[in-house]
């Protein structure tokens, strides 16, 4: 695993038929075999503090939990209350050279806000709008004076509809809107690939179950309304559920995305956008770009494990790494390689 820390949201039970505990679950080559910092929720999404790189903010999805956590000590250090009724939505971003933490909340009914906190004290200074119901996922773009938010939208055929707003972070201004086209699909986690596009992964809208697709789709900027890949039938079984994590390999140009239910990965081309590759992957949620900045780190499977992806040859491959990771949440966090990537970032 060479200096590669990886990191993902863990439920667990100490024994069949005891009550589910909440944890951060932590892996590198220094442990044999994982090691669980619990906590009070279950971690989705992250933001690192560039300024104090041992801090990360971790957040629930569609919940009250919120937290700072040392990764360096792999200790849980305090909570973050949420403010009045609001619930977390899963992801955040430091922005104002790292003094601000914004992260994705929405009220009882659905409406969605941008949530302002002093990264330091974590004292909340106030809120935006999220220009959307249900927000989730959130990225700066434009040298960081613009934030990027999937907007998951109402039920299906209720207004309002799925979106990607694109937010001015000193007005708190919409700059543009991108709807999700139809009523059968929301927005849930994007990838920028530039200024101008963004790779969207989505599940099927509020209301539908697993048994309807998800979707892997463009946002471009100049466009009103998000551009679906169609999914070739010769070549994929249907994807059904979500689609989930987006991880970028910038040397081979392609996005991979994983789709949970059928258990398959997709690879997409960045430069015409098409479909390159699928590959079975049994459960794979996880995936994050590895310290080498060819091969990817997946979590799969029923125990969360750990497995990684090498690009040698015309085909990828899958070697198994450690079994009974416990990583088992959405997301992989490769800690080393996200922190020098925002730290490259202007924020």
């Known amino acids: 695993m060479n200096n590669d820390q990886l990191f993902a949201g863990c439920r667990y039970q100490e024994q069949p038929g005891a009550p589910h505990k909440t944890a951060l679950a932590y892996a590198s080559s220094q442990i044999n075999g994982a090691r669980l910092i619990e906590c009070p929720f279950f971690p989705h999404g992250w ?21 700072v956590f040392d990764l360096q000590q792999q200790r849980f250090v305090r909570t973050i209350p949420p403010f009045d009724q609001r619930q977390f939505y899963g992801h955040g971003v430091l922005a104002g050279a790292g003094e601000l933490l914004l992260s994705t909340e929405s009220d009882p ?37 613009v934030l990027a938010v999937t907007n998951g939208g109402a039920k299906a055929g209720e207004s309002p509809a799925p979106c990607i707003s694109y937010i001015d972070v000193e007005t708190h201004q919409l700059l543009d809107r991108h709807d999700m086209p139809g009523s059968a699909f929301n927005t849930g986690h994007m990838v920028p690939v530039s200024g101008s596009t963004a790779l969207i992964a989505s599940a099927p809208r509020l209301g539908l179950g697993v048994d309807h697709e998800g979707a892997v789709s463009w946002c471009h900027r100049s466009e009103a309304t998000l551009r679906g890949m169609p999914y070739p039938q010769d070549r994929l079984p249907r994807l059904l ?38 590959m079975p992957v049994d459960n794979v949620r996880g995936v994050a770009l590895a310290g080498d900045g060819h091969s990817l780190w997946l979590s799969h499977g029923a125990q969360g494990s750990l497995s990684i992806l090498r690009m040698d040859g015309r085909e990828p491959s ?24 925002a730290l490259a970032s202007p924020a």
């Not at 979500?242 to 789709?259: D, F, G, K, M, Q």
């Not at 899958?318 to 990537?341: D, E």
């Open 47 to 67: 933001a690192l503090d560039t300024r104090r790189k041992e801090r990360a903010f971790f957040f629930e999805k569609h919940g009250t939990g919120a937290g």
């Open 109 to 145: 009914q659905g409406q969605g806000f941008i949530g302002m906190r002093d990264t330091n004290t974590l004292r909340y200074l106030g809120d935006f709008p999220s220009f959307g119901a249900r927000p989730h996922d959130c990225h700066l773009v434009d040298n960081g004076r």
């Open 241 to 278: 559920g979500e689609a989930l994590s987006i991880a970028l390999l910038p040397h081979e140009r392609l996005a991979v995305v994983t789709h949970p239910t059928p258990g398959v990965l997709t690879f997409w081309r960045l430069d015409d956008q098409s479909l390159w590759h699928s």
């Open 318 to 341: 899958v070697q198994p790494v450690l079994r009974q990771a416990l990583m088992a949440g959405s997301h992989l966090l490769n800690y080393p390689v996200a922190l020098a990537t």
